[in-house]
Each structure stands twice: as C-alpha cells, then as structure tokens.
C-alpha cells in the first residue's frame, strides 16, 4: 500500500469518526443502537426525524462545506502561488455576505438568502476577474491586488449594511457572517460538486503541480498556463459560491486545512486535493457538533470554533515551519 | 533540416527594436550567446523556447513554427532551465528533477519506474544524488543551479535551451555542468544553445556563437570567427587581451 493510499484512509477514517459523532451527539438521549437502527429505517418515528431529519442532513451540509472550502483553498494557493491564500482572499465571500445580508434586511428568508448569497459571490468574481485583466494578461499579483481590494470594499458594505439594519436582524446576520449550519440545507449537492470537482482536478494534479512553480516553469514544461489559470479561478470561486451558500462564510478551513496537509504530506495536488476534502469535511463537522452541544440547547457560530482551533494550529504550524 | 531555426527573428525587448536575425542550429551544435547585460539574452532565449511571441520574424522547430505546436509539443523537443527560480511551496530535489517527465506523460498517467531511473540519473550526472530528498529551499544558489539542469536533463529533450547555467557556480561545477551538456550532444541529434558570461567557457565549449549587441545589432558564426579581441571589445566595450594557453586561447580583460 502506497503512502498516498495510507494516508487517504487515515483521513477518510477521521471523516467517518466526525460524521459518527454528528450522529450520535445531542439532545435527543439516543444511543448508537437506537441511532443506527434509524439509519437503515428502523426505531422510533421520533429517532427516524431526529436522525434522518436533522442530524444527518446537517452532518452531511458541515461535511461538504468543509470540503469545498479546502479544496477551493488549496486551489487559490496553487493560482496565486501563495501558500497563505485562502477561498475569501479574492472577496468572493464579501460578495456572497452583502447578497445574504441585503436579503435579510429585505425581510427575505432561506432560499432567498442563499440565492443572494450565491449571486453576490458570482457577481464578485466576474468584478474582480474583470478588473484583473483590464490591462491585458493578468498575474497572480494583479489577481491579489485586485481581489483583496474588491474585499476591502465589500467589507465597508458590510458594516454600513449592519450600521443600517433593525437590532432584531443583526444577530442573524452575524451568525451568517460566522457561518451557521443551524439552517443548512442542499449538502448533498454540495457534496457532488465537491466529488465532481475532485474528479476533474486530480487528474490534472501535475498540471496543478507544475504551475505552483511559476506560469513560466509550467508552460516550459508543457502546460497551457493561461486556459489552466481561468479555469482554476472559475471552479475555486464556485467550489467558495457553493460554500458560502449552504453555510454562511465559515472562517479558517479553507487557509488551515490544506496549508496542514502541505506541511503533513508535501506539495502534491494529487494528494493534497482529496486529503483536503476529506480533511476539510471532518474539520467542519466535527466543530459543527461542538457548535451545537458545547452550551446546548443554545447554538454557536460554527465559524467561532473552526477559528478556535484554527488560529493557534496556525500560528503553530507557521512559526515550526520556519 | 536544421533542428531549429531562426527567421528574421526580432525577440521582443521591452524598450528597443532589434535587427532581424536569421540563423539556422543543426543537430550536435553548441550556440553560445554572449553580450552585455540587458542584451536581450534571457529574451532571445525564452523566443525560442515558444514562452515569447517575437515582435517580428518567426522561431521553426525542424521547419514548423513554434506558433503552429501545442506546448506539450515544443516542451518534448525544447527543454529550457531558467536563470531565476520561484520555490513559493516546498518541494524535494527528486521532484523537482521529475518534474521533467512531464510532457512525456498522459493525464492520468503517475510517473513509472523508468521516469524515476531518469531523474535519478540526472541527478547524479549533475553531483546532486546525495540531496535528492532535501527540500529544495535549503539549497544553495550553485546546487539550485544544477537542479534547473538536472530538470532539463530528465526532460530530454532534443534541444537544450541554458540561461546562464554557470551563473552561482564554482569552478569544479561550472566544468561539470558544460561537460555534460557536451555529453548530452555526443550522438549528433541534440543541440545547445546557452547564454554566458564567461568569454573563456565559451571558448572552450561552444563550436558556435551569437554575439548580441545592446543596440540590437548582432553577429553569429563559428566560434574560431567570433573569438576576436575585436570583435569582443566592441560587444563589452571594454578593452581585452588574448592569451595563449596550454588549455587553448583565452581572454583576459584589460
């Protein structure tokens, strides 16, 4: 066995853990018995709605926004040839907020909120794609620049949004902006764009690999850098969209989980995409199950807790790496 | 037909406009490039590799032009080690080496036992074995040097393009790094075209030489035609001396 194939496994094992623990933790008293028994549609009506109802859809939500996150950041550290960037660093999530936000003081709820979501985020990348390439071919630099200026400006949005919203809007606003699970819903298209996405992207991993090492190096070596570029930027920002849609911008996965692994694993795409989305997806479930059962019956932002555990392994990982 | 030609060829200079240049590199003929800093070396360089568009004029690989190929194509005939590296992510020494296989490989496809015996081998033909599994951020600037070359050399491919690749080197491996790019030409189907600074490596390597002017004024012919005190003090505008050796002719500046 192959130390990428062990290492999978590993990872994918962990992933099983927290979606167990997503399972069986809550309120409700049910053990694993009564909890697998209404897995495969046995027990209680009452542990059939809980389990099947509402735990499992929001596991499988955490799970593939986790994913996505990961997956998309690893995708932007490959484009911009950056190991710190992360989904948001471009303003996609700045886009995705001030839809969601501007839906909710609309008095607008769920679907709304996330088709906002979804077009603010659409609407940020072709700005910032747009602006990046005003000038002939764009650079990673210009690429940079431009998306951490365009989220600047969503940011002032942002705050002159909640300056102007009612006090009965704001905390459902800001549990949005921390990422909030509570209302998730679509995790299982989510997770079929993340397995569709891994299935277009490992195959092109040394590709990926490659262009890591410069859009000179990768086109000297044989690579269509500029196609291979738009459309790494294209797929990261929809793997954010879809993201963001389904949990609000949950903060810290996509920058601690694959910048983790590099240093675990090394500089792979072939490797590091699916650990990362297997990683990322028990991450965000496992802080999911925290968020909802550490101050039960109230909830936290899962945000708060993915930023808990990211921000000292981080600042960890940083200072052992140099 | 020459492996690779130039016609009327201006690589685009930000800044200048160059005379047209016409030459034609047949197979086992090593080209040095020499001139002045900012003479367009690393330009003419990345041309020909198909990384450029030329402003004028055109680059033909074994008659076609590089605009017609795919660059997976021109990446199987034209290897190029680039004078600056950017190591943004971690990476090992054997990697790096294989990245070389890539043009050879499909999608899908994982590099097999035989790419792994390739890069090996460059490695160790460029003094590098023993650091395969370092990371490439420790290395120093010489080593990073031939690691560039070594990545060419597991590319194989029937042209090696060579930006400086003395630069950062010691003697000892300035001599071993140009010997195997000698060796690579020994069957008479590949050739070299390498950019230098050292007027006497050149000399001693190179059977052809290019000699670009900052004005974009350029001569080319064989090395014996353009070793001249002459000619070569009106490319550095610098006065020089030739000497005889027991190595061959060399050039001291004066």
Redesign the interface.
């Known amino acids: 066995m192959t130390r990428a194939v062990r290492i999978l496994l590993a990872l994918a094992l962990l992933g099983a853990l927290a979606l167990a623990g997503a399972l069986l933790a809550g309120s409700a008293g049910l053990g694993w018995h009564a909890v697998a028994g209404a897995l495969v549609g046995h027990g209680t009506p009452l542990a059939r709605a809980v389990v099947l109802g509402l735990r499992l859809p929001r596991a499988v939500a955490a799970f593939a926004t986790g994913g996505l996150l990961a997956v998309a950041g690893a995708l932007m550290q490959v484009l911009l040839r950056n190991p710190l960037a992360d989904p948001y660093v471009l303003g996609i999530s700045g886009g995705a907020a001030v839809g969601a936000l501007s839906a909710m003081m609309l008095g607008w709820a769920g679907t709304v909120v996330s088709g906002g979501a979804f077009a603010g985020a659409m609407l940020s990348m072709l700005l910032v794609f747009g602006v990046a390439r005003l000038r002939g071919q764009w650079s990673a630099t210009r690429l940079l620049l431009t998306g951490v200026v365009v989220a600047a400006g969503w940011g002032a949005v942002i705050s002159l949004l909640l300056a102007l919203s009612p006090g009965s809007d704001l905390s459902g606003m800001l549990f949005w902006m921390m990422g909030d699970l509570g209302r998730a819903r679509g995790g299982v298209p989510a997770l079929l764009v993340l397995l569709l996405t891994l299935a277009v992207c490992v195959p092109l991993g040394r590709h990926l690999n490659l262009l890591a090492r410069g859009r000179q190096q990768a086109a000297a070596l044989g690579v269509n850098a500029g196609p291979l570029e738009l459309g790494i930027y294209v797929l990261a920002s929809l793997l954010t969209a879809t993201a963001v849609t389904v949990a609000g911008t949950v903060g810290f996965v996509g920058l601690v989980v694959p910048h983790m692994l590099r240093l675990a694993t090394g500089n792979d795409q072939r490797l590091l995409l699916p650990a990362s989305a297997l990683a990322g997806g028990a991450l965000l479930t496992a802080a999911d199950t925290l968020a909802r059962t550490v101050i039960a019956p109230e909830q936290l932002p899962v945000g708060v807790i993915t930023a808990l555990i990211g921000v000292p392994t981080f600042l960890y990982l940083l200072n052992r790496g140099s | 037909m020459p492996l690779l030609e130039l016609v009327d060829l201006d690589p685009d200079v930000p800044g200048r406009r160059s005379a047209p240049l016409s030459l034609a590199i047949e197979p086992g003929q090593c080209w040095g490039v020499l001139g002045p800093n900012g003479a367009g070396k690393t330009t003419l360089l990345?041309t020909l590799?198909g990384?450029r568009r030329p402003a004028s004029g055109e680059v033909r690989l074994r008659g076609v032009p590089l605009s017609k190929l795919?660059?997976?194509?021109?990446?199987?005939a034209i290897?190029?080690a680039?004078q600056h590296?950017?190591?943004?992510?971690?990476?090992?020494v054997r990697?790096t080496a294989l990245?070389?296989r890539?043009?050879h490989?499909r999608?899908?496809q994982?590099e097999g036992r035989e790419d792994h015996q390739r890069a090996r081998q460059a490695l160790r033909q460029t003094g590098l074995e023993a650091l395969a599994g370092r990371p490439v951020a420790t290395l120093s600037g010489g080593e990073r040097q031939r690691l560039a070359l070594a990545t060419v050399l597991t590319?194989a491919p029937e042209i090696y393009l060579l930006d400086e690749p003395t630069s950062h080197l010691d003697l000892r491996h300035a001599v071993l790094v140009l010997d195997r790019v000698r060796e690579a030409l020994a069957d008479g189907r590949h050739a070299a075209i390498m950019s230098l600074h050292d007027v006497n490596l050149a000399a001693r390597y190179c059977d052809h030489l290019l000699l670009l002017h900052p004005d974009g004024a350029s001569v080319h012919g064989p090395a014996t035609e353009m070793l001249r005190e002459d000619r070569l003090e009106a490319l550095y505008a610098h006065p020089l001396h030739a000497v005889e050796t027991p190595a061959g002719r060399g050039f001291l500046p004066g």
């Open positions: 990345h590799a990384l795919s660059r997976r194509r021109i990446a199987r290897g190029i680039f590296h950017h190591d943004s992510f971690p990476a090992s990697e990245m070389g890539h043009p490989l999608a899908w994982g590319q």
